[in-house]
Structures are given as structure tokens and as C-alpha cells.
Nanobody
Framework: QVQLVEFGGGLVQAGGSLRLSCAAS????????IGWFRQAPGKEREFVGA????????YDTDSMKGRFTISRDNAKNTVYLQMNSLKPEDTAVYYC????????????????????WGQGTLVNVSS
């Protein structure tokens, strides 16, 4: 079992930055990848990006490139989502999720394939 806790959400003005943290505990050695998702009110959960726990290889979306960066600190069992140049449309609850399995390369964008989820942290970007 893996437990995930997100930190770092809050209120920020458009153009500002936030860094979200996802702290993992439990059987983290079995976790293959960590993904970030977000869900805005009235919308479906959206893939933001992901990182391989072992290699550090990252996956992102075209809309995030140049603004969001994912990184990890294995010693701290923590994954980060650095968000720059934030826009009001980035307002959402952000979740990190843990994926166990060898198909992470293929499935990392699919929320239903992740086995563990954090409680989420709210990011509110004001215009």
C-alpha cells in the first residue's frame, strides 16, 4: 500500500508560480510512476504530467510544456510539480497518483490505471 499526500496549493495571481509536492509513504519501492491530474469544477479529471519513479523520465502534455515541470527527490520520496505562468484556467484541484506496473509507459495518461491517489490540493488562480 502506498499513501500519497499533496502540499502546496493555494491562491495565486495570474502569471504567478506554485510548486506542488506529493509525498509518498508506505510500499513506495513498488510504485512505478507518479502522475499529476487536475479537475476543475464541472469538468473531467485531466492528465497534467507524470514521472517514472526509477528513471526520472517525465511525460507531459503539449498545453503544459514550457510552464509546468515535474521532478522527483527519491531520498525524500517526493515528486514535485512546478507551475509557472499560471492562468485562471489552471484553477483546479490537483491530485497526484501512484501507478504500479510495467505498462506505465502506455497507461500513464489514464486516471483509472492508477492505484493510489492523494486527497488533492486546490490551486486557485485569480485574474
Amino acid at each position: 500500500q502506498v499513501q500519497l499526500v499533496e502540499f502546496g496549493g493555494g491562491l495565486v495571481q495570474a502569471g504567478g508560480s506554485l510548486r506542488l509536492s506529493c509525498a509518498a509513504s508506505g510500499r513506495t519501492s513498488r510504485s512505478y510512476g507518479i502522475g499529476w491530474f487536475r479537475q476543475a469544477p464541472g469538468k473531467e479529471r485531466e492528465f497534467v504530467g507524470a514521472i517514472s519513479w526509477s528513471s526520472g523520465y517525465t511525460y507531459d502534455t503539449d498545453s503544459m510544456k514550457g510552464r509546468f515541470t515535474i521532478s522527483r527527490d527519491n531520498a525524500k520520496n517526493t515528486v514535485y510539480l512546478q507551475m509557472n505562468s499560471l492562468k485562471p484556467e489552471d484553477t483546479a484541484v490537483y491530485y497526484c497518483a501512484g501507478y504500479e506496473g510495467s505498462a506505465f509507459y502506455y497507461d500513464h495518461t489514464v486516471a483509472s490505471q492508477y492505484q493510489y491517489w492523494g486527497q488533492g490540493t486546490l490551486v486557485n488562480v485569480s485574474s
